[in-house]
């Protein structure tokens, strides 16, 4: 990964687009750094595949600009809309983007002949990078003779092949099963840090994001409503939003009177200095400790710990997710070591220094 | 539409034929089939007026000769008619060849032409017709005073010539049997050279003379002459003409199938067609009645006096020689790809 | 189910029978309908006097073929003429297909109508009507002057009838290609470009290869159409000097002098040959791979002024040529009376001679109509019920059912017509429909099967077999599962079935023409008897009548079926 400060690759600024009255983006900031992995995160219909669109140039923006390069490759108000062939991108879409006519080495090498090289080159530089993807033995195999890992991989070789300014992934990984999404996953993320191919990944998944993003930005209703590092956004979520989008939060509302906090209109606990006045705290399920068998007394609750009862106990492989039922039918999850009985009473106590405030 | 109202509909489209009588013939009794080559206001009066004094039911199919054969040759191992009657001699020849007709002697024969029935009595003739050309007295062959067969299958006459096909119509066929034998090897570069020369083929006599009518050709070749007879009386731009060297004589037979259902009322038809009522309905479609002494129509004794001259006929060679010189002619005239020379703009 | 206990005390075979009840009903319904009759015209072919019970003769049919001059060079003509005929239509149907799916053409719902015009016409009926403009003092020389005698011997050419077949099947090359088209992801070009490939250079590269299986398959149909197509030959072919097999066919069936053994030999090269086409594209497709694609949104390319108008040129030019001068040529002939100079006056007459009640044009048409009726109707219960069945089998059997059942779609009309006669006039037959007008229903039923077949196969791939089952274990009889649960889906695509087969049968000619029984006339016919008699007024006043029944029966179904979803 380059510094941050070097000249951005790609450059949106304000970037909006609309379709009819809908307003798909709007005020669209983003930048990315030659090298850096940029992800695109968020819910269906938040844009996201709409601004991988305007950076493929297959859409043309309503307003602002955007550049490659430097290059100015989209800027409404001077009527700039450059073709999606200048701009020397590739792409690596959810599925079925594959020739289905032509075989591996065939879809592989037409990035490379439209660019005149010889055939031995062309035979040479293919076979590379079948072999980077570990499917050197399909070359001569039909599209539809692969599975679909198999052609997510032709795919993302046929990408790579031609060196790509930008590499643009749209839900590569979407239509695959569980095991061959992580294997390809962490493949993935390899084999971009390897070439230090600068990339603008689109995806849904959180955990695709957080193993392959050097930066996340996360999308909503058309906007971004945090782009940082996957550290910050998820230790310190934005919004209520990017906070319940990234990761399984407990998020309560809370009111400071005096030095109490009152958690969801109900719960009591001694206030930590630095809190507002109101807001939502974001509890993480790693941050409850739990103690079996020790609920405190209904009134006395001067450490913070809370007295619940499991509703619920869910096997993860390395720990366990407990529901909790509280007082005033509130509910928390947290995570422990082992099972715990149906039913049991525990000991609650939230570490608050931990727990990240956003603003309602 | 619900599926409820389409099993509705379903019942209804299979049970409407049977109560609007739609239904095919059933094979009763008292029920007579009867296969009959044109004209078709002949054959229906005929038959209206035979269900009407028999009582009976008549099932009719009429079409042209080549139709009624292909019935017949679909049917031979599951016959249905009971009697035929054909445009062409060499078609009933044909048929009793084959063994499927029964010989019968018909009341009245007596007084019709002997020599125009099967010796063996297999069929008779009820009418005959003579195979002539037509032309338009508007056009050049019109105003010809003589005019003999090789003048229409000649430039410039034969490109706005046309023909019915001998294939399908019985007495074409009839008179390209009779011609053949006249003209020996001669025939085949005649009818080449004509088609090369524009000579076209029409599917039925009918066909041609709406040709002529509306002025596409000036002239037909090888037509029957009752049919353009008829058409004399609406069009008298028509003519009926016979070639000096000899018409063509056919003769329409009659005859009984010898797998016949309803054999009694076979042989009243029979009797009924050389009737007088049904001789005279003959001529009145301006064919020559088998009867004598029944007169002919208007048109036909104002086209020719006494009677012109007929081609020789040699009746059994022309059986043997009928199958192979139809088919012949199908592919070497009147289907061949023969190139044909451009059009002269029409006068 | 119930009858577990019981299956295991009755025997075997009545409890395997009893359980493929349904199989083997299908089975012997197909065996019946279209295997018998081409299984003996295949017999009949090779021993011409089977139906008498003897085998002499064996081969001699095929001997003659290759003695007969003339028949060689008829059959070369057939495959030429329906090879161009394929080709035209491409030529003619691709840039349609291509305009309506990848441009912003202007009009797009009237350009698509204006290519079911020419589809919905009888090729018989547009190829009567141009001999009406192009004959000798015809519609050309009458209005626009005498027609250079170049032009007129190259449309009575080879050419000529070429045009007319590719004119009435270009709509389906067009309507084909727009579909392939619009079926082809955008991603696969959107990858292309982005690897930088030119419009062209995708177009080479990636369009037309992705294109190719369906442009093959219209093809394919249009020359299956074309090789046994029998009424434009035998309107145009004479007058073109062109003999062609379908034609000749029929001549040999039914006119003098009769060669049946010849027609069954010719039948089964025919047969052969489409058969051949068939599967040699099915096989050539399955080389050519080409996937299925979920449906999206295509990319259009924006006209500029002079390639929309060129755009519509094509449209126009096309519609003016595939239907209206057709249509003019027929209309006014129909109303016709005498030709004086340019214009003839007009008269009511023909339709008055058609619609006369007890007339032989009006009995042709009302049993046109109720045939068509009920072919359509019984089409469609039995096709849903036959291809419920095989789609619910397994196995060899269900490869076999289909092959079975798929047949009399490849298999020329004029083929199974000669086939049927064959058939139902054995001596063994114990009760025959031939010669009655059961004999055209049941005709029309088993070559226009294929249809709701296929329209209910494309519905029952989609739906879950578990619905019947959830059915079945509440104790539903197997007929009433069918009745209850499979038709009431199978619904839509029903009605679009029994138009379509509606409409066909309306102007069915040649099963027709050869499976009439005595003193019947349906209106297809009756256009072709009157064409014999040299009567085309008439014929003319029928086709209109004809087509505007089935236009309006189009129409009503439309009007229907619009509020619904689409399907």
Redesign the interface.
């Known amino acids: 990964m380059q510094t941050p400060n070097s000249d951005p690759l790609l450059e949106c600024r304000q970037l909006r687009k609309t379709f009819g009255s809908h307003t798909a983006l709007d005020s669209i900031e983003l930048q990315v750094h030659p090298g850096e992995c940029q992800v695109l995160l968020g819910p269906s219909g938040c844009g996201k595949t709409t601004l991988l669109n305007l950076i493929a140039g297959s859409l043309a923006a309503d307003g602002g600009t955007l550049s490659i390069a430097g290059t100015v490759m989209d800027d409404p108000a001077r009527g700039t809309h450059q073709p999606m062939q200048t701009r020397g991108l590739a792409m690596v879409f959810q599925n079925h983007s594959l020739w289905p006519h032509m075989n591996v080495e065939q879809n592989v090498g037409f990035g490379l002949k439209l660019r005149g090289t010889t055939s031995s080159q062309r035979r040479q530089r293919v076979m590379e990078i079948l072999e980077r993807l570990q499917i050197a033995e399909f070359a001569d195999r039909a599209i539809s003779t692969l599975s679909g890992g198999q052609q997510q991989r032709v795919a993302i070789a046929r990408a790579l092949v031609v060196h790509p300014r930008l590499l643009l992934m749209d839900e590569p990984l979407s239509a695959l099963d569980a095991r061959l999404k992580e294997e390809l996953k962490s493949e993935i993320a390899l084999l971009i840090r390897d070439t230090g191919q600068t990339v603008v990944y689109v995806t849904h998944d959180q955990g695709e994001a957080f193993a392959l993003g050097d930066r996340i930005a996360l999308m909503a209703d058309g906007r971004i409503a945090q782009n940082s590092t996957p550290e910050a956004i998820y230790q310190s979520p934005s919004s209520r939003f990017v906070a319940e989008f990234i990761g399984s939060a407990n998020i309560l509302a809370f009111e400071r009177r005096g030095d109490e906090i009152v958690l969801d209109n109900a719960l009591r606990l001694a206030a930590t200095n630095g809190l507002p006045a109101n807001g939502h705290l974001v509890v993480r399920r790693e941050d409850i400790d739990l103690s079996p068998g020790k609920a405190p007394p209904p009134d006395a609750r001067p450490n913070g710990v809370l007295p619940g009862s499991v509703r619920h106990s869910r096997f993860l492989g390395d720990r366990h997710e407990i529901l909790l039922d509280l007082d005033q039918g509130m509910r928390l999850r947290a995570f422990h070591r082992s099972a715990l009985a149906c039913g049991e009473t525990v000991g609650i106590s939230l570490d608050l220094q931990r727990a990240h405030v956003v603003r309602s | 539409m619900d599926i409820r109202s389409l099993v509705l509909l379903a019942g209804l489209a299979v049970g409407l034929p049977s109560l609007t009588g739609c239904t095919g013939p059933s094979s009763n009794d008292d029920t007579l089939v009867v296969y009959s080559a044109g004209p078709r206001p002949l054959i229906e009066l005929v038959v209206e007026e035979f269900e009407a004094r028999h009582d009976v039911r008549v099932d009719l199919f009429a079409a042209t000769t080549g139709q009624v054969m292909a019935k017949l040759e679909a049917e031979r191992y599951r016959n249905r008619a009971d009697v035929v009657i054909f445009a062409s001699e060499l078609a009933a020849e044909a048929l009793k060849r084959d063994g499927r007709l029964r010989p019968y002697r018909p009341a009245g024969v007596e007084q019709t032409h002997p020599d125009w029935h099967d010796p063996d009595g297999y069929f008779h003739a009820t009418a005959a017709a003579l195979v002539g050309v037509a032309v338009r007295k508007d056009r050049p062959l019109g105003g010809s005073g003589s005019l003999d067969w090789p003048d229409l299958m000649r430039a410039p006459h034969a490109e706005r010539t046309v023909m019915p096909s001998p294939s399908r119509s019985g007495a074409t066929g009839d008179f390209l049997v009779n011609f053949a034998q006249v003209q020996g090897d001669e025939l085949w570069p005649a009818f080449i050279d004509a088609r090369t020369d524009g000579l076209d083929f029409a599917a039925a006599n009918s066909q041609a003379i709406g040709g002529l009518v509306t002025g596409a050709y000036d002239a037909i070749l090888g037509v029957v002459d009752y049919l353009v007879l008829r058409q004399q009386v609406r069009n008298p731009e028509v003519e009926m003409r016979y070639p000096t060297s000899g018409a063509a004589m056919v003769r329409r037979p009659i005859g009984i199938l010898d797998e016949a259902h309803a054999p009694g009322l076979a042989e009243a038809f029979v009797d009924f067609y050389f009737s007088e009522f049904a001789q005279e309905a003959v001529a009145e479609q301006h064919l020559i009645p088998a009867r004598e002494g029944i007169a002919n129509s208007p048109e036909r004794q104002a086209a020719y006096e006494g009677m012109p001259p007929i081609l020789a006929l040699d009746r059994s060679q022309a059986l043997a020689a009928q199958n192979r010189l139809l088919r012949q002619f199908q592919l070497r005239v009147e289907r061949a790809e023969i190139p044909r020379a451009i059009r002269s703009p029409a006068p | 189910m119930i009858t577990v206990a019981s299956a295991a005390t009755r025997p075997f075979v009545l409890s395997w029978a009893s359980t493929r009840l349904p199989v083997l009903l299908v089975a012997a319904l197909l065996l019946l309908g279209a295997g018998y009759p081409l299984a003996l015209l295949f017999l009949t072919s090779i021993f011409p006097e089977i139906?008498?019970g003897r085998f002499e003769g064996f081969l001699d049919a095929y001997r003659r073929i290759g003695e007969?001059?003339?028949?060689g060079?008829?059959l070369w003509?057939s495959f030429a003429w329906a090879g161009s005929t394929t080709v035209v239509s491409w030529i003619l149907g691709v840039p349609c297909g291509y305009l309506l799916a990848r441009t912003n053409l202007p009009g797009k719902l009237w350009a698509r109508l204006s290519l079911l015009v020419p589809i919905m016409t009888p090729p018989y009926i547009a190829a009567l009507s141009y001999i009406l403009v192009m004959?000798?003092?015809g519609f050309f020389?009458q209005l626009l002057g005498?027609m250079p005698?170049?032009l007129?011997?190259w449309f009575f050419s080879f050419w000529g009838v070429t045009l007319v077949m590719a004119l009435a099947s270009f709509g389906y090359v067009a309507l084909a290609t727009e579909a392939a088209l619009a079926s082809i992801?955008?991603?696969?070009e959107?990858?292309?470009?982005?690897?930088?490939?030119?419009w062209g250079?995708t177009l080479r590269?990636?369009i037309i290869?992705?294109m190719?299986p369906a442009l093959f398959n219209s093809g394919l149909l249009v020359f299956l159409e074309a090789l046994s197509n029998f009424g434009v030959p035998a309107v145009l072919?004479?007058?073109a000097?062109?003999?062609l097999l379908p034609a000749?066919i029929f001549?040999l069936?039914?006119?003098?002098?009769?060669?049946?053994a010849l027609a069954t030999a010719l039948s089964s090269l025919l047969c052969l040959v489409a058969l051949i086409a068939l599967y040699g594209s099915r096989l050539l497709a399955s080389f050519?791979?080409?996937?299925r694609?979920e449906p999206e949104t295509p990319h259009q390319f924006q006209l500029g002024r002079g390639a929309r108008i060129i755009g519509l040129a094509w449209f126009a030019g096309l519609f003016v040529l595939s239907t209206l001068l057709p249509y003019f040529a027929m209309l006014v002939t129909s109303i016709a009376d005498q030709?004086q100079g340019a214009l003839p006056s007009l008269t009511l007459d023909h339709y008055r001679a058609i619609l006369t009640p007890g007339s032989r044009g009006s009995e042709a048409l009302?049993?046109s109509l109720?045939l068509a009726?009920?072919a359509a109707?019984?089409s469609?219960?039995l096709g849903a019920w036959i291809a419920y069945v095989i789609s619910r089998t397994q196995g060899w059997l269900r490869h076999a059912l289909e092959g079975l059942a798929t047949l009399p779609r490849v298999i020329p009309k004029i083929v199974l017509a000669v086939g049927l006669?064959?058939a139902w006039?054995?001596?063994w037959?114990p009760v025959?429909?031939?010669?009655?007008?059961?004999?055209l229903l049941l005709a029309y039923v088993v070559i226009y099967i294929t249809d709701a077949l296929n329209y209910a196969n494309s519905r029952l791939q989609s739906m879950d077999p578990a619905l019947e089952h959830a059915a079945s274990i509440l104790g539903a009889s197997r007929w009433r599962v069918f009745?209850q649960v499979v038709?009431?889906q199978l619904?839509p695509v029903?009605?679009a079935a029994w138009l379509t087969t509606f409409i066909v049968t309306m102007r069915e000619l040649v099963a027709s023409i050869l499976l009439l029984?005595?003193?019947?006339d349906t209106s297809a016919t009756f256009i072709f008897n009157q064409?014999?008699?040299?009567?085309?007024a008439v014929a003319m006043a029928m086709a209109s009548i004809t087509i505007a029944l089935s236009s309006i029966v189009l129409v009503v179904f439309q009007i229907?079926s619009r509020p619904r979803a689409p399907t």
């Open positions: 139906m008498g007969t001059d003339g028949i060079s008829m003509n004959q000798d003092g020389d005498p005698e170049a007129r011997a992801p955008r991603r696969l959107t990858a292309a470009a982005q690897l930088g490939a030119s250079q590269a990636i290869p992705l190719l072919g004479t007058r000097n062109l003999p000749e001549y069936v039914t006119s003098w002098p009769l060669d049946l050519m791979g080409g996937g694609y030709w009302f049993t109720w009726f009920a109707t019984i469609i219960f006669i064959l006039n054995a001596f037959v025959s429909p031939y010669n009655t007008v059961w004999m009745f038709l009431p619904k029903l009605l029984p005595p003193g019947l064409f014999e008699q040299g009567d085309l229907r």
